[in-house]
């Protein structure tokens, strides 16, 4: 069985503080882990991706998330938010569902504020 | 964006009809996911075609249904239509028939059933 744990479903954050959004997972085979980001009204947008390569992952947006194996943790940061920084962040985990097919599975989402 | 194409944006139905959700995945895509997020319930993960064939099932109800087309392309029905089937409907759509690499989502299809 495979889940994803997201501690805090609202975050506010001042423009040009750190982002912190935390991300936790279980999954009883290698997990790919993934943050995406939604803003109002539109589709999923992947930031960045971890698939067994390189621990510490960056992505687009200034965005990066560093995988911790022994912590089954999965952080998204960014050092200085950006106004355009506001929306949904979804950790999602890829690992076995059913069969030979990797699923995703997502958390329940961090909605991100940041106050000027 | 995505290069994952969905239609309609939005639509408004009653209790009780039918409607039919269009994907078309990126090109070179093989595998279509659809996904429903809702309030309550979150990002749940509904069914997977993987060129033309059912792969995987997730928490999809027995009036919802899914096909995957020759030329790739899916459908979502969704029958007998209930209030609490109002969802924002995704697809994704992937190279493989897992997810191996990340699945590129569309703009998602708003049903709002009245």
């Known amino acids: 069985a495979q889940s994803v744990t997201q501690l805090g479903s609202h975050v506010s954050v001042s423009e040009g503080a750190l982002v912190l959004l935390r991300c936790n997972y279980s999954?009883?085979?290698?997990?790919?882990l993934f943050w995406y980001v939604q803003y109002p009204n539109q589709g999923l947008q992947l930031l960045l991706k971890y698939t067994s390569a390189a621990t510490l992952v960056k992505g687009i947006n200034g965005f990066e998330a560093e995988f911790k194996k022994s912590e089954t943790s999965f952080h998204l940061t960014k050092p200085s938010a950006h106004m355009s920084d506001a929306a949904e962040y979804f950790c999602a985990v890829s690992a076995y569902l059913s069969g030979s097919a990797r699923q995703l599975t997502f958390g329940s989402g961090t909605q991100l504020t940041v106050l000027p | 964006d995505s290069g994952v194409t969905q239609t309609p944006k939005h639509l408004i139905t009653a209790t009780g009809q039918r409607v039919t959700l269009r994907c078309s995945p990126r090109s070179g895509d093989l595998s279509v996911y659809w996904y429903q997020q809702s309030l309550d319930q979150g990002l749940q993960f509904l069914i997977q075609?993987?060129?033309?064939?059912?792969?995987a099932k997730g928490n999809i109800l027995e009036r919802f249904s899914a096909q995957q087309f020759p030329d790739l392309h899916s459908e979502l029905n969704l029958s007998s239509l209930e209030l609490g089937d109002s969802a924002l409907y995704f697809c994704?759509?992937?190279?493989?028939?897992?997810?191996?690499?990340?699945?590129?989502f569309g703009q998602g299809t708003r049903l709002t059933v009245v």
């Open positions: 075609y993987y060129n033309g064939e059912e792969r």
């Open positions: 994704a759509s992937s190279p493989t028939g897992t997810l191996n690499t990340e699945a590129f």
């Open positions: 999954s009883s085979v290698p997990p790919y």
